[in-house]
């Protein structure tokens, strides 16, 4: 399974961005999806994500202002009300439904100014 994420760049805080993730190596449903983000000097963190299908959720700190959203083995993450604290390396994951595999996408950075 390939992951290819799309979408990141540079906007001023409260600005939005939208960002994209295709998949491709597979024709299974991939129930498991999410986005993570990683700050310099910090862990990866989950910021959303799609467990068992359609059951989404959250990290606190973007609850009301991201939106996961999916078509087929497509997904997507809206993200209004940008804050600095959202800068990072937004990164695309997957897990295979029969073997657990997880895989992940290539990153991209998103900045949000002050």
């Known amino acids: 399974v390939q992951l290819q994420a799309s979408g990141g760049g540079l906007v001023q805080a409260g600005g939005s961005l939208s960002l994209s993730c295709t998949t491709s190596?597979?024709?299974?449903?991939?129930?498991?999806m999410g986005w993570y983000r990683q700050a310099p000097g910090k862990e990866r963190e989950l910021v959303a994500g799609?467990?068992?299908?359609?059951n989404t959720n959250y990290a606190d700190s973007v609850k009301g202002r991201f939106t996961i959203s999916r078509d087929k083995n497509t997904f997507y993450l809206q993200m209004n009300s940008l804050k600095p604290d959202d800068s990072g390396v937004y990164y695309c994951?997957?897990?295979?439904?029969?073997?657990?595999?997880?895989?992940w996408g290539q990153g991209t950075q998103v900045t949000v100014s002050s």
């Open positions: 994951n997957a897990v295979h439904p029969i073997t657990r595999r997880s895989f």
């Open positions: 190596g597979t024709v299974i449903r991939l129930n498991d």
């Open positions: 799609f467990n068992g299908g359609e």
